[in-house]
């Protein structure tokens, strides 16, 4: 019979660690992507209202429409900068939890592969003693119908 794994807790916390770094990997990539949305909106806004004053100032425009299309162009343009940082912190922020979930995997192999062998030690045990009450077994078999040929 099997003795229990040692390391069966260890390996249990690896498993539960290496499930909640998954977890949060998940989060961050829906993070980044959601953030690289929004840049990508804003920038699609951007254009937009780039073309609209582009009509505007075709079909002419006073001085104060224009500097409100400037001024707004100019508003966009540092929420676009905003985003994209934002979006750079974002990408740091998932490699870093790729980093975090390949540690945390490689740690549960290590562990895994340390319960594999275990296991195996185990049964070459259980293998061994088996095999040793066999022949016990056939051992006595024989003894016992050897001294039955005799009489």
């Known amino acids: 019979m099997a003795s229990n794994f040692s390391l069966q807790p260890l390996l249990e916390l690896m498993q539960n660690r290496t499930d909640e770094a998954t977890r949060n990997l998940g989060k961050l990539i829906s993070a980044e992507q959601n953030a690289r949305s929004r840049l990508e909106m804003l920038e699609q806004y951007r254009a937009e209202y780039a073309d609209k004053l582009r009509d505007a100032t075709a079909q002419g425009l006073t001085r104060q429409v224009l500097a409100n299309y400037q001024d707004f162009l100019g508003r966009i343009d540092e929420a ?7 979006v750079r912190q ?10 975090h979930w390949k540690q945390q995997n490689t740690r549960l192999q290590a562990i895994g592969t340390l319960a594999t062998r275990h296991e195996a030690r185990e049964k070459q045990k259980e293998n061994k003693q088996e095999q040793k009450l066999l022949d016990e077994f056939s051992a006595r078999k024989f003894v016992a119908d050897t001294k039955n040929d005799q009489k």
């Open 90 to 99: 974002s990408e740091a922020g998932t490699r870093r939890g790729q980093e």
């Open 80 to 86: 676009i900068g905003q985003q994209r940082e934002i």
